[in-house]
């Protein structure tokens, strides 16, 4: 039986030096060796160039994408009501877009979004979608459908949200549990919003009740404000090794680590990696970020996240994780060649292990999501951050173009 995809001339990052050949059948890597000779469907050159897992996106608020448009009118309807719109925060503003979640719209926005995901070979992305008693049902169901719609393309993890929290949203839970009733894959969570510490701590204790009743791994945003006070990633470790959830539970965000006393930063680097959880940074949207570079060193399971496109919070946005990458270089101060080939684990490996993708690393047996970049370094993918030449998920050249 021939195999289905033959890549020849793939310069793997592992070996370093000569170009091999990928063999991938049904759905996996069948061989990688020099010079394969079986007969093959499909047969792509690399031409010597960097051919690497597929990119992952740790966090995207996909109910959200390109809303940035509507907040803004939002907020000038409410100026021209003479109501407050001045002086609402930007939760605030999001929170009043949902008034108008509907659907048709949401869903078309997700598909431009998740088009620009396959272009750019990010394979796998965890999204978020409101989950509360303003959007309801409405993003949750969006990002489902099309959750179903392009899984032969992405692997899109659903995360049930309540954003504007579970005490300060009475009703929230409710909706949480119809969203895992539906289908949802994951627990969300934002105990940090709350306003004591009491209602922080029954935010994450009545998560992690879902999770256990319905059997998903929990996603939180944590510590999310220039707030060195905030301790909800610790509230998240305790509850985590308390019910045995170790290796289910991802951290996001967790900006006030950048401000955490060193004492008990480093405290919480040991305990995350004791009960295996990972963490997802988004460096780009916003002033301060988690110790990425810290926690890789420690052993904890870090990866990048897109965060938003065009939302209330950030402006821009391709579900292009080597952009992601590019940018973090940046705002982390991470140029090196050692520290270039960090952040492409972040959005590769790495990423599949802080969020429990199973069998991921480009190795025979595993499933096959591959990129084919034009380029021969991780250096230059990073410099030029454009589209793969050719995009393989489970197997299929799902290339666009
Ligand atoms: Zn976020």
């Known amino acids: 039986m021939a195999i289905d995809i033959l890549i020849k001339n793939a310069l793997l990052r592992k070996s370093g030096e000569k170009p091999t050949d990928i063999a991938i059948k049904n759905g996996l890597i069948k061989e990688i060796q020099n010079n394969i000779s079986e007969e093959a469907s499909e047969v792509i050159d690399a031409g010597g160039n960097l051919v690497t897992e597929s990119f992952i996106n740790g966090h995207l608020h996909l109910d959200k994408v390109y809303t940035l448009e509507k907040v803004g009118m939002a907020a000038l309807d409410s100026y021209k009501a003479g109501s407050m719109g001045g002086a609402m925060t930007a939760i605030e503003q999001a929170a009043k877009v949902k008034e108008q979640y509907e659907e048709s719209w949401i869903i078309d926005n997700i598909r431009t979004a ?81 306003y004591t510490e009491e209602e922080m701590q029954d ?87 988690a110790r990425v570079r810290d926690l890789y060193d420690a052993g904890v399971s870090v990866a990048l996240g897109q965060d938003d496109i065009s939302d209330a919070y950030y402006p821009f946005g391709r579900n292009n994780m080597l952009e992601v990458a590019f940018l973090a270089a940046h705002l982390m101060w991470m140029t090196t060649f050692e520290e270039i080939d960090i952040l492409y684990d972040l959005i590769t490996t790495n ?51």
Request: glycine share 8%; aromatic share 6%.
């Open 114 to 194: 998740l088009d620009l995901a396959v272009k750019f070979g990010n394979t796998h992305i965890r999204a978020f979608a409101d989950t509360d008693t303003k959007a309801k049902l409405v993003g949750v169901k969006a990002v489902i459908k099309a959750r179903e719609e392009y899984k032969d393309r992405i692997d899109v993890q659903v995360v049930a949200f309540p954003q504007d929290g579970i005490a300060r949203d009475p009703g929230a839970e409710d909706y949480i549990r119809k969203a895992l009733e539906l289908g949802a894959d994951v627990v969300g969570g934002i105990p940090w919003i709350e």
């Open 203 to 289: 935010h994450v204790d009545k998560m992690f009740a879902l999770a256990v009743e319905y059997d998903k791994d929990v996603s939180m945003l944590l510590d999310d404000a220039g707030d060195p006070g905030l301790r909800t990633i610790e509230m998240l470790i305790k509850k985590t090794i308390e019910l045995g959830w170790e290796g289910r539970v991802t951290v996001q965000h967790a900006r006030a680590m950048a401000m955490y006393p060193e004492p008990y930063y480093k405290k919480i680097e040991y305990l995350l990696k004791k009960a295996n959880i990972g963490l997802v940074s988004d460096p780009q949207t916003g002033p301060l970020h």
């Open 351 to 401: 990423a599949a292990k802080a969020l429990g993708i199973k069998n991921f690393e480009l190795a025979v047996g595993n499933e096959a999501n591959i990129v084919v970049l034009g380029v021969e370094s991780t250096v230059k993918a990073l410099w030029s951050h454009e589209a793969p030449v050719a995009v393989i998920k489970k197997g299929k050249n799902i290339t666009v173009g």
